[in-house]
T-cell receptor, first 110, second 113 residues
Framework: LAKTTQPISMDSYEGQEVNITCSHN???????ITWYQQFPSQGPRFIIQ???TKVTNEVASLFIPADRKSSTLSLPRVSLSDTAVYYC???????????FGAGTTVTVRA | NAGVTQTPKFRVLKTGQSMTLLCAQD?????MYWYRQDPGMGLRLIHY???????AKGEVPDGYNVSRLKKQNFLLGLESAAPSQTSVYFC????????????FGDGTRLSIL
């Protein structure tokens, strides 16, 4: 099971871009990289998933270098409502051994 | 468009009491999971199920039992509640197909006095 390392916390201001990097040195060939977002008093919510290169959706972008040993979640022009905990997971999505670490607490200030 | 529904949302128990947490999903998902989340920590897997009638232990199964009698429901039981089981419990489900994300409920906040 690939272990992930991500910063404990990050601060930002409204309108800025937030980039969270996750390290996963022992990622396996079949593993995907998935990010979840969790607001207080709610369950985690899927935001983006990728295997290699770049993936973009209406919420975020995910950048994955060729060696796949790390990935960066990019949140463009954050607002106060983006304050949340962001989790990086590595594995197959149907791998019931997926591990949610402590995540990265992103605090957006006015 | 309910997704994953957990009941109850809040509960206070006394040590030694028993209770059952209910999780229901309306997405016809094969896989279901129970996690607990403690302050400042991520989610830890308690038990999971890969189909109706099957269950398996996760990372922290002690003190809990589960049942999956119907595909859409996954029950988590505490036979004799202990203060160490005070936590927020999350249920999740997914299709079991590769690359499909988990869908989570909004949690049950359980306090054991």
């Amino acid at each position: 099971l690939a272990k992930t390392t991500q910063p404990i916390s990050m601060d930002s201001y409204e309108g800025q871009e937030v980039n969270i990097t996750c390290s996963h040195n022992n990622i396996a060939t079949n593993d995907y990289i998935t990010w979840y977002q969790q607001f207080p008093s709610q369950g985690p919510r899927f935001i983006i998933q990728g295997y290699k290169t770049k993936v973009t959706n209406e919420v975020a972008s995910l950048f994955i270098p060729a060696d796949r040993k790390s990935s960066t979640l990019s949140l463009p022009r954050v607002s106060l409502s983006d304050t949340a905990v962001y989790y990086c997971l590595v594995g197959r999505s149907n791998d019931y051994k997926l591990s949610f670490g402590a995540g990265t607490t992103v605090t957006v200030r006015a | 468009n309910a997704g994953v529904t957990q009941t109850p949302k809040f509960r206070v128990l006394k040590t030694g009491q028993s209770m059952t947490l209910l999780c229901a999903q309306d997405m016809n998902h094969e896989y279901m999971y129970w996690y607990r989340q403690d302050p400042g920590m991520g989610l830890r897997l308690i038990h999971y199920s890969v189909g109706e009638g099957t269950t398996a232990k996760g990372e922290v199964p002690d003190g809990y039992n589960v049942s999956r009698l119907k595909k859409q429901n996954f029950l988590l039981g505490l036979e004799s509640a202990a203060p160490s089981q005070t936590s927020v419990y999350f249920c999740a489900s997914d299709s079991g197909l590769s690359n499909q994300p988990q869908h989570f409920g909004d949690g049950t906040r359980l306090s054991i006095l």
